[in-house]
Each structure stands twice: as structure tokens, then as C-alpha cells.
């Protein structure tokens, strides 16, 4: 079965510190994942998939095939960074995305 | 350029009573996907349409419908409400059915069952 874990719910840090929000997949299949973000009042929005390898926002996520994760990082964090943030796994001919629960990201001044 | 709009805001509902709610794709788009967000949950993934056929389904019974018109604005309906159907309802649209993972959500609906 597929499956997106987030372990944490909640995370909280200071600005300026790093900030890694842990996303986990189980999928037999040639994974494509994403995270989507959601700001306060905010529509879920898309943040970068990782076949793009792109950094948006100073965020970075590295697909690590033989840990199946698909970390979020940004080594500075900003009081604008504070939302929450889910982590999708795209499933091929299913033509559907499964979330993880989210994690909502805290970042104290 | 329009963004996914979706009615009602909020609707409150009894059980075993049916209920209808409505997504307007972004413009130009003409694949619709339906999420229900359950509280504290991910989106989880009910049906896509894609030019008006059905074409994915989640594991979510019969009883939950849906409906793509031409001009691609959706439907999703569900009969014989129960308890554990409130939540939170998002549509989203794609460009088509090729770019799934590039999805633009609507603001949801939050259905209360009561």
C-alpha cells in the first residue's frame, strides 16, 4: 500500500536556526514526491517537487531512495516560514496524490 | 486568470440526508480532483475527473458521487450523510490529467454532519 508519514506534528524553532520537517514513503513503484504548503488563510498551494531539484523559498527536499525520505530543509529559517506543511506522494495511473498529516511548522522570533 | 472557487463556504447537515457541493476549475484546466480533509488529517484522496469521465478513485464508497460538466466545473456528491463524513472538502484542478501533481486547491468546503 502506499503511505506518506510525517512523524512530527508539530515542530518548532527559532529564526535563523535550520529546520528539517521529515516526510517518509512507502511505495513499490518509481516514487514522485512534493510538498505542498498551506500559510495561514492561505490555500494549499505547491512548494517543489523533487524531479525539479529546485530550491523555492531556501527550501530544499532530496529524495533518498534507500531510506525512502523525502526530507524538507532550510538552513535559516523565517518567521514567514511558519505554516503547515504536507508531503505527497504522486501515484502513477492511479492519477492521485497521498498526503502525509501534515506537520505545522513553528518559528519563534 | 481565475483561481478554483468552491460553494457553499460551510454547510451543516443532517444524517442520512444527501448534500451536493460545487468546484469551478481554474481557467483552462480541465482535470478536477476532490479531497476530503478530515480534522488534523492530509487531504485524502476521493475521485479525478478528467474531461468529464471519471478516472481515479479513491477508497471512499459508493454513496460519494461526482459529476464534470463541459465547461469542467465538478461536482461531488454524497448520499446517506454519516457522522464521520464532516470534514473539510477541497477541490483541485490540474491542467490536465498529465500534471496531477501540480494541483490548485480551492479554499474547501466544511461540511458538518449532525
Known amino acids: 500500500a502506499q503511505r506518506v508519514t510525517q512523524p512530527e506534528k508539530l515542530l518548532s524553532v527559532f529564526k535563523g536556526a535550520p529546520v528539517e520537517l521529515k516526510c517518509n514513503y512507502s511505495?513499490?513503484?518509481?516514487?514522485?514526491l512534493f510538498w505542498y504548503v498551506q500559510y495561514s488563510r492561505q490555500r494549499l498551494q505547491l512548494l517543489l517537487r523533487h524531479i525539479s531539484r529546485e530550491s523555492i523559498k531556501g527550501f530544499t527536499a532530496d529524495l533518498n531512495k534507500g531510506e525512502t525520505s523525502f526530507h524538507l530543509k532550510k538552513p535559516f529559517a523565517q518567521e514567514e516560514d511558519s505554516a503547515m506543511y504536507y508531503c505527497a506522494l504522486s501515484i502513477q495511473g492511479a492519477q492521485k496524490l497521498v498526503f502525509g498529516q501534515g506537520t505545522r511548522l513553528t518559528i519563534n522570533p | 486568470e481565475t483561481g478554483v472557487t468552491q460553494s457553499p463556504t460551510h454547510l451543516i447537515k443532517t444524517r442520512g440526508q444527501q448534500v451536493t457541493l460545487r468546484c469551478s476549475s481554474q481557467?483552462?484546466?480541465?482535470?478536477v480532483s476532490w479531497y476530503q480533509q478530515a480534522l488534523g488529517q492530509g487531504p485524502q484522496f476521493i475521485f479525478q475527473y478528467y474531461r468529464e469521465e471519471e478516472n481515479g478513485r479513491g477508497n471512499f464508497p459508493p454513496r460519494f458521487s461526482g459529476l464534470q460538466f463541459p465547461n469542467y466545473s465538478s461536482e461531488l456528491n454524497v448520499n446517506a450523510l454519516e457522522l464521520d463524513d464532516s470534514a473539510l472538502y477541497l477541490c483541485?484542478?490540474?491542467?490536465?490529467?498529465?500534471?496531477?501533481?501540480?494541483?490548485?486547491f480551492g479554499p474547501g468546503t466544511r461540511l458538518t454532519v449532525t
Open positions: 483541485a484542478s490540474s491542467l490536465d490529467a498529465s500534471t496531477t501533481y501540480e494541483q490548485y
Open positions: 511505495y513499490s513503484g518509481s516514487p514522485e
Open positions: 481557467s483552462g484546466h480541465n482535470t
